[in-house]
Structures are given as structure tokens and as C-alpha cells.
């Protein structure tokens, strides 16, 4: 790796770490389009699944005064059993199709919610949450976008922002250590790609550092918008996969 792309790789991952820390989440989407130029699919997934255990492990520690375990374990509970079973789906499914049927329903979501005043959910129950904790994991197991469905759920409930990074935030942490046991079974993480993860580590914990001081200033309104932009994203980075613009 020559200097010029060593340094757009740090500034990625600084970026992506400031995508992280401000909020909770889409840390991939920032990075993914960068590293696919001069990585390999593997390597960038690995990538992804380690430093997003590096920025959500930070950010469970940094607002560990509110995380809500006993909350937050229906939907992890689901995610365990969703990662592998979404990954045994990969095999009997078109991946393609189903990558754009999801984000296009995520981009109509967004865009709705973006247009229209923010939707409250009333129904809840651990059965619901153990439900979509699961279809959390499937997705991810999937398209390898960790914590979409329960960011969602969040949201519809329209929580305050502090409530809701205090249940999504341990529910991508775990949704993440499964996702790493995955790609170890798979071969995924070799020295090369270790040897990239230490690099990066350090302008990855910086970034979530930052993004962690500019959410401390937001109010739930901001924060609802920059969510929902964000899975608007998500959307179009699956209707239109980073891939093509290799």
C-alpha cells in the first residue's frame, strides 16, 4: 500500500469512525466505498466487522450510564439465531434481488418519514422485539449491514436519541460478534488483513471520539433526520452497490 492510498484508507476510516460516534451506526457505508477500490470484497468485510466491534464497543462504553441491557436482550436474543440463518439464506437466494428489494424499501421509508412528521409505534412486547431482532440479524447475515431493522424500530417508536442508542447500540455490538465469528469460520481474517486493522485502528477510534463530541450537541429532531438520511443511504448503497464504481 503506497503512501497516497494509505492516507485516503486513514482518512476513511476516520471518517467512518466520526459516522459511528455521532450516530451509532452506517460506519460501513462511509468506508465500504473507499476500500473496495484497492481492497478486496473479504478484506473490506472483515475490515468492517473488526472496527465496527473497535466503534460499538467504544460507544457502548462511552454511554454505558444509559445502555439498557435488559432491554436491548430480546433483540439480541433474535439477532443470534437471524446472522446465521440469513447467511444460510445467501445460498438459496438471489442476493441481487434481494438487495434491491430491501433498499428500495428502505429509500420509501426514508424519504416518507423525512417528508412526514415522525410515526410512533404503540405496539411493543418481547415477542415483537425478539421478531425484529431476529429479521435484524437476517439482514445483516444477508447484505452485511449490521443493525438496519432495529435502527428502524427505534425510531418508530420515537424515542429520544439517548434511549435509543442505549438499546441499538449493545444490539449491533452483538450483532457484530456473531458476524466475527462468521468470518473467522469462513477465513476471512488473515495477517494481511490484520496487519490493515491495526493501521486503521487508531484514525477509526479518533473519528468515533469526534462523532461521540458532536452528538453530545444534537437534539432529537437532528438526530431523527441524520438517521433517516442515513438509512436513505443504506437504501441506495444497496439498489446501487458500491461495487459498480470500482
Known amino acids: 500500500m ?8 486513514l482518512l476513511a476510516s476516520f471518517l ?5 460516534g455521532l450516530a451509532g451506526f452506517a460506519m460501513g457505508l462511509v468506508v465500504s466505498g473507499v476500500y473496495l477500490h484497492f481492497l478486496t470484497p473479504l478484506q473490506t468485510a472483515a475490515l468492517i466487522v473488526g472496527y465496527g466491534f473497535a466503534t460499538q464497543g467504544y460507544g457502548v462504553w462511552a454511554l454505558r450510564h444509559a445502555v439498557r441491557w435488559r432491554s436491548a436482550a430480546p433483540f ?3 439477532g443470534l439465531i437471524g446472522v446465521p440463518a440469513g447467511t444460510i439464506l445467501l445460498t438459496y437466494i438471489d442476493p441481487a ?3 434491491i428489494g430491501v433498499g428500495v424499501l428502505l ?4 424519504v416518507y418519514s423525512l417528508a412526514r412528521p415522525a410515526i410512533k409505534l404503540t405496539h411493543e412486547g418481547v415477542p415483537a422485539e425478539v421478531g425484529v ?6 439482514l445483516a447475515g444477508m447484505t452485511g449491514l449490521v443493525g438496519i431493522v432495529v435502527v428502524i424500530w427505534c425510531q418508530l417508536r420515537n424515542w429520544p436519541k439517548d434511549v435509543q442508542r442505549a ?11 456473531t458476524s466475527t465469528a462468521s468470518l473467522s469460520i469462513a477465513g476471512a481474517v488473515t495477517t494481511e488483513t490484520a496487519k490493515l486493522y491495526l493501521l486503521g485502528l487508531p484514525s477509526m477510534l479518533t473519528g468515533t471520539w469526534v462523532g461521540l463530541r458532536l452528538y453530545g450537541r444534537l437534539n432529537d429532531a437532528v438526530f431523527r433526520k441524520i438517521i433517516l438520511i442515513l438509512l436513505l443511504v443504506s437504501g441506495v448503497s444497496l439498489v446501487v452497490p458500491f461495487s459498480m464504481f470500482r
Open 133 to 138: 431482532g431476529f429479521l435484524n440479524g437476517l
Open 167 to 177: 438499546i441499538f447500540q449493545p444490539v449491533l455490538l452483538a450483532t457484530i460478534l
Open 76 to 78: 439480541i436474543v433474535g
Open 97 to 99: 434481488n434481494m438487495r
Open 2 to 9: 503506497d503512501g497516497l492510498i494509505l492516507t485516503i484508507f
Open 107 to 110: 429509500i420509501v421509508y426514508s
Open 16 to 20: 467512518g469512525g466520526v459516522t459511528s
